[in-house]
């Protein structure tokens, strides 16, 4: 069965700093990945997403992920946080075909301190 | 551009209470779905629909119905309301259908909480 393992639960980091956000993923086959972001109160908000090609996809907010193979893996990335960054980021994966949804990580909590 | 509009933002139930979560897209998407986000879980799956007339269930689906009354509406309903069901319950659509997998989008969620 699929899955997506998302190790750290809380991350903080200050501002201006990098970020890395880990996501390990379990499929048999090369799955559709997504990055999802989530601010307190609100519903989850689309980053981006690799579907296939480039294996560095670049999204909103000025996020990027690359996607390897090799270590089943997206990891979320950023060069300089900043303070409104803070939220919660969800990992998610899908099969290339059949009839399931997106299976969803556990989440990472960011902080972001001055 | 609305997107996924839930309603009620926030309710209190009191146990064995029945309540109706709505849900309506108007992205004219195929699918939608209701999940349950509770701290330290992640959202898990209710239930799903993959087009107007169909519903799966998902992994938790114990204490939920839903209805997908036409294409833009598919609603989660609470018979017996219990202390575990309070939680933020969330709907989502997306195009295409599960076999595409277009990205999902997100209402702003329902806090529920029953005592």
């Known amino acids: 069965a699929q899955s997506v393992t998302q190790p750290d639960i809380h991350i903080t980091v200050s501002e201006g700093a990098s970020l890395e956000l880990r996501c390990n993923y379990s499929y048999g086959a090369t799955p559709y990945l997504f990055w999802y972001v989530q601010s307190p109160g609100q519903g989850l908000q689309l980053l981006l997403k690799y579907f296939s090609g480039d294996t560095l996809v670049q999204g909103i907010k000025g996020f990027e992920a690359e996607f390897k193979r090799s270590q089943s893996s997206f990891n979320l990335r950023k060069p300089s946080v900043h303070w409104s960054d803070a939220a919660e980021y969800f990992c998610?994966?899908?099969?290339?075909?059949?009839?399931?949804?997106?299976?969803f990580g556990k989440g990472t909590r960011l902080s972001v301190i001055a | 551009n609305a997107g996924v509009t839930q309603t009620p933002k926030f309710q209190v139930l009191k146990t064995g209470q029945s309540m109706t979560l709505q849900c309506a897209q108007d992205?004219?998407?195929?699918?939608m779905y209701w999940y349950r986000q509770d701290p330290g879980m992640g959202l898990r799956l209710i239930y799903y629909?993959?087009?107007?007339?169909?519903?799966d269930k998902g992994e938790v689906p114990n204490g939920y119905n839903v209805s997908r009354l036409n294409k833009r509406e598919f609603s989660l309903r609470l018979e017996s309301a219990a202390p575990s069901q309070t939680s933020v319950y969330f709907c989502a659509s997306s195009d295409g259908g599960l076999i595409k997998n277009q990205p999902q989008h997100f209402g702003d969620g329902t806090r529920l909480s029953i005592l």
């Open positions: 998610a994966v899908g099969p290339y075909s059949g009839n399931t949804p997106l299976v």
């Open positions: 629909s993959a087009s107007e007339g169909t519903t």
């Open positions: 992205m004219n998407h195929n699918s």
